[in-house]
Structures are given as structure tokens and as C-alpha cells.
Nanobody, 112 residues
Framework: VQVAESGGGLVQPGGSLRLSCVVS????????VSWIRQAPGKAREWVAT???????MYNTTVEGRFTASRDDDKNTGYLQMNTLKPDDTAEYFC???????WGQGTQVTVSS
């Protein structure tokens, strides 16, 4: 199984970004896509999980601002991040939770 994230970048407070996570090596309709982030000097923090069939769960710090989704035809999970805050600055990792396979991470920086 391989996992690859993309879509990070620099955005102003209040802005939006969409992260993508391509999972290969297993039927994507069986993949459990989780998002984890780690800010400098802080512990890793679970952000969201998207289950086969589309159910989602979110950390309370992002609920209402972030939306996880998936496109099984494209083997891709997404994390739409809106109303971004400086506290959202972190390296974001996609994890296929069923196999505990991590991507390489993508940096999100929220700054004016």
C-alpha cells in the first residue's frame, strides 16, 4: 500500500486549501482515510477520518471548517479546509488507517 498527499501551501487567514490523498495497493473503496497533523514543537493531532461509504468524523478543533470526502473512482481522498487559522499551520499527513500506511506529508502554512 502506498499513500501520497498533495495540495499544501501558504494561505492567508480565512482562506481555503484542499488536500488530496491518493491511495494505491488496495481497493480504494475499502480504504479508511485519516488525516493527522503535526505543528512544530507539538504532538501529532488527529484531524479527521473518512470511512468507506463516506461517513466522517472530525476533531472538534476543525469541525465545521474542514470537510473530508472521497472519490473512489480516482482512488483519492480529500480534505477541504476552509476558514483557515494560523493555528492550523502544520505538516498534514494522510494515513490509510486499515494498514497504518502514512504518506510523506504536505505543509500547510496559514499566515498573513
Amino acid at each position: 500500500v502506498q499513500v501520497a498527499e498533495s495540495g499544501g501551501g501558504l494561505v492567508q487567514p480565512g482562506g481555503s486549501l484542499r488536500l488530496s490523498c491518493v491511495v494505491s495497493g488496495l481497493p480504494f473503496n475499502e480504504a479508511i482515510v485519516s488525516w493527522i497533523r503535526q505543528a512544530p514543537g507539538k504532538a501529532r493531532e488527529w484531524v479527521a477520518t473518512n470511512w468507506p461509504g463516506g461517513a466522517n468524523m472530525y476533531n472538534t478543533t476543525v469541525e465545521g471548517r474542514f470537510t473530508a470526502s472521497r472519490d473512489d473512482d480516482k482512488n483519492t481522498g480529500y480534505l477541504q479546509m476552509n476558514t483557515l487559522k494560523p493555528d492550523d499551520t502544520a505538516e498534514y499527513f494522510c494515513v490509510e488507517a486499515g494498514t497504518t500506511t502514512w504518506g510523506q506529508g504536505t505543509q500547510v502554512t496559514v499566515s498573513s
